[in-house]
């Protein structure tokens, strides 16, 4: 008879610390993104076809900015990004009218933008959202729902490993989030990792090991990005996609195919967590 874990799990005894992504894996923050990048690239293009309506996007709510025609494309563009300015590169191809099939294709159409372009988007999206989230904080929650259920998982087995989070998030709006969602207790400041942490997962989880003296082998890392999970693993980390997120066939496919447990919110807990 087989003894052990059941096949496909994650996580061994061996685990220490979860880390996190934190859009796409605890925050289903991609309206929110999309209202600050459509008015950080307005702002920035002002004659680009997408400038016209950017500044009423806020005021249309989650269900209308979910129905704007331009959104199913930024959405389906998010997994080939990291940062910030990666939105601006999604707009920019949206707003050209150019498709990508790939990451390298993408990467191609990222280095071809300008660093000047892309920093001057970063700078200012972060501008947007701050403004955003102090002229009306309760709207801005609006477009930022959690995914309750693995908030709740994380709540259930919190005991069970020391949780992390490894985002390009701003810290300010981490905190608020987390402190909404009813789990700031599940992550003390020093775990919080955010974009001052490093351009890539792989500086944030370096640093993360550090600061917790563990092994990169102690880590499991759960995130929504393929691209993400690939810079970390030869760290030696254990790592697997959040299918709850911004991805879809194409980034389960390539997961897999590379040796990555795809997980959905039915079984996370057991695959990440092992039995309770």
């Not at 003296?213 to 810079?231: C, E, M, P």
């Not at 790592?239 to 959905?264: D, T």
Request: contains cysteine.
């Amino acid at each position: 008879m087989r003894s052990g874990p059941p096949p496909g799990l994650v996580v061994t005894t061996a685990m220490k610390v979860l880390a996190l992504d934190f859009d796409g894996v605890i925050s289903d923050s991609a309206a929110e993104a999309f209202v600050v990048a459509m008015q950080t690239y307005a702002e920035l293009c002002p004659s680009s076809r997408l400038a016209a309506g950017a500044d009423e996007l806020p005021s249309g709510g989650y269900a209308k900015i979910q129905a704007n025609q331009i959104y199913p494309a930024f959405v389906e563009l998010m997994p080939l990004g990291n940062r910030a300015e990666d939105y601006a590169v999604a707009l920019r191809l949206i707003d050209r009218d150019t498709a990508v099939v790939d990451q390298a294709e993408y990467d191609e159409h990222r280095q071809a933008q300008g660093a000047r372009f892309l920093e001057d988007f970063h700078h200012l999206f972060y501008q947007r959202r701050r403004a955003l989230l102090e002229a009306d904080e309760g709207a801005w929650l609006a477009l930022l729902r959690p995914y309750s259920d693995f908030v709740e998982v994380l709540r259930r087995r919190a005991d069970d490993a020391v949780l992390a989070l490894a985002t390009a998030k701003d810290r300010n709006s981490v905190e608020v989030l987390l402190r909404t969602y009813g789990i700031a207790d599940l992550f003390p400041s020093e775990r919080i990792l955010d974009k001052e942490a490093g351009v890539s997962k792989r500086a944030h989880l370096s640093v993360l090991r550090q600061r917790l003296s563990v092994a990169f082998a102690d880590i499991t890392f759960v995130d929504d990005k393929v691209n993400h999970l690939q810079s970390v693993a030869s760290l030696g980390v254990r790592c697997a996609l959040a299918a709850w997120g911004y991805n879809a066939r194409r980034e389960h496919e390539i997961a897999r195919s590379l040796g990555y447990p795809v997980c959905n919110l039915m079984d996370a807990e057991r695959r990440i967590f092992g039995p309770a």
